[in-house]
């Protein structure tokens, strides 16, 4: 009997059921040669790290509960990693499945634009392979660890829900050799209404400057600002307006971008043809949760470093 090469961790929250468990077990690969482990808790990092403790395989396996893998998921990663022996941790997109609900569906094509995703759109959408890759491309929704790497990183549950950035910026810059390989994907449904999307944004935005802060990580990028700065405009136009017109020459220039993307992806895009006339205002809501949040995220790390003071 073969030993285990891939341990497939999940992290599932107390209240939710794993739906990922029925297409794992409908892999193309032998069934002795991966073990799948749940982790149930309502700290995700602390139920990943502990699925890693118990873990009998030499490649970790991440994915979230409510993912659906393709049936080579595990052979392409096992193909990949014989073909690449130098890459330590692999990873790929988690693309929007076309039953997603129209809601659903229209965020998934919005983040994987770049007037959405901006330089994280890659993580929606099949790529280009990138051998040299970072945070930006990579959620452990859909990842491959060599089982070393965690003698160098672990997942820090004080960063939810950015562990994700924090532990791939540690690998980088602790010489852990990342990839994007376009082919490993899986499908994962996105959020269902406005409410669920905005917040979602909000607090994967509210967390960025805290995981910018730390020594580990590059810099803020300044597509992670732009929204920021965006609705502090907003806020300040029409006072700006009435003291000069002008001043709406951003908005009507950024309304003029939202509506030109929009009609380009309506035109190319062959199926959810009405549900993607929400796609203008999906990336207004994109945008706008995502700025709030940031600014949220500054506020709160200014607070705790006062109180820390």
């Known amino acids: 009997m073969e030993e285990v090469k891939f341990s497939i961790i999940v992290a599932v929250a107390p209240d939710r059921t794993p739906e990922v468990i029925e297409s794992l077990k409908r892999q193309d690969y032998p069934e002795d040669r991966y073990e799948i482990i749940i982790k149930k808790g309502p700290n995700t990092s602390e139920n990943r790290n502990s699925g890693v403790n118990e873990a009998k395989g030499e490649i970790i396996a991440f994915v979230d509960d409510d993912a659906t893998v393709e049936n080579e998921w595990l052979k392409k990663a096992d193909n990949f990693f014989q073909q690449y022996p130098e890459i330590d941790v692999v990873g790929g997109p988690q693309l929007t499945p076309y039953d997603d609900t ?3 569906y229209v965020s998934g094509v919005a983040l994987a634009n ?9 993580r929606y959408r099949k790529g280009m392979l990138n ?3 970072d945070e930006r491309e990579l959620t452990t929704a859909n990842v491959f660890c060599k ?8 997942f820090n549950s004080n960063f939810w829900p950015g562990e994700d950035p924090v532990f791939f910026n540690e690998l980088v810059a602790k010489g852990v050799k990342l990839a994007y390989y376009p082919e490993l994907y899986i499908y994962h449904r996105r959020r269902s209404s406005i409410p669920s999307l905005a917040k979602q944004i909000f607090n994967y935005a509210g967390v960025r400057p805290s995981i910018s802060s730390t020594r580990k990580t590059k810099k ?3 597509f992670f600002i732009v929204p920021s700065l965006f ?5 300040l136009l029409p006072f700006l307006a009435e003291w000069n017109i002008l001043f709406l020459l951003p908005l009507s220039l950024y309304i003029a971008i939202i509506l030109t993307v929009s009609s380009i992806v309506l035109v190319k895009e062959t199926s959810h043809k009405k549900a993607l006339l929400l796609l203008p205002f999906v990336f207004i809501i994109i945008h ?6 940031f600014i949220w995220g500054i506020l709160k790390q200014f607070l705790n470093n006062y109180k820390n003071e």
């Open 231 to 235: 609705v502090i405009y907003l806020v």
């Open 114 to 122: 770049i007037l959405g995703g901006a330089s994280i759109r890659n």
């Open 102 to 104: 129209a809601f659903g």
């Open 288 to 293: 706008i949760s995502y700025g709030i949040g």
């Open 147 to 154: 089982k070393e790497v965690f003698t160098k990183a672990v």
């Open 220 to 222: 803020t990028s300044f």
């Open 131 to 133: 051998l040299n890759s």
